[in-house]
C-alpha cells in the first residue's frame, strides 16, 4: 500500500482505507497454509488494478481523497476533491 499511495501521491491524491476495508483485505489476503502471503494478490485484485482502471478513465482528479470501503465482495472508492485552504 506504501508504494500505490507514493505513486498516488505524484498526482496529489490521497487513499484512505477505513478499518472495514482493511478488515476485509486481511480476510480475503490471509490463507491458512500460506499465511499472508496472498495479501500483496488481494491489493492487486481489490485496489491497485480497480484503482488503475478508474485513474486511466478520468474518475479520478487530481487533488482529491479516496476512501476505500467495502460492499459486498469487492471494495469501493469514494471520491472527494481535497479541501484548499486560503490564507
Do not use: C, H, T
Not at 506504501?2 to 480476510?27: C, G, H, M, Q
Not at 500460506?34 to 500483496?40: F, I, N, V
Amino acid at each position: 500500500l506504501k508504494d500505490i499511495r507514493a505513486r498516488l501521491s505524484e498526482r496529489k491524491i490521497s487513499l484512505v482505507l477505513s478499518s472495514e476495508a482493511k478488515d476485509f483485505l486481511v480476510n480475503v489476503g490471509y490463507d491458512s497454509v500460506y499465511g499472508a502471503r496472498p495479501l500483496k494478490r488481494a491489493i492487486q485484485k481489490y485496489i491497485e488494478d480497480p484503482l488503475s482502471e478508474e485513474l486511466l478513465r478520468g474518475e479520478i482528479e487530481e487533488d482529491s481523497e479516496v476512501y476505500v470501503v467495502p460492499e459486498e465482495d469487492k471494495l469501493i472508492f469514494l471520491k472527494q476533491k481535497k479541501e484548499v485552504q486560503k490564507v
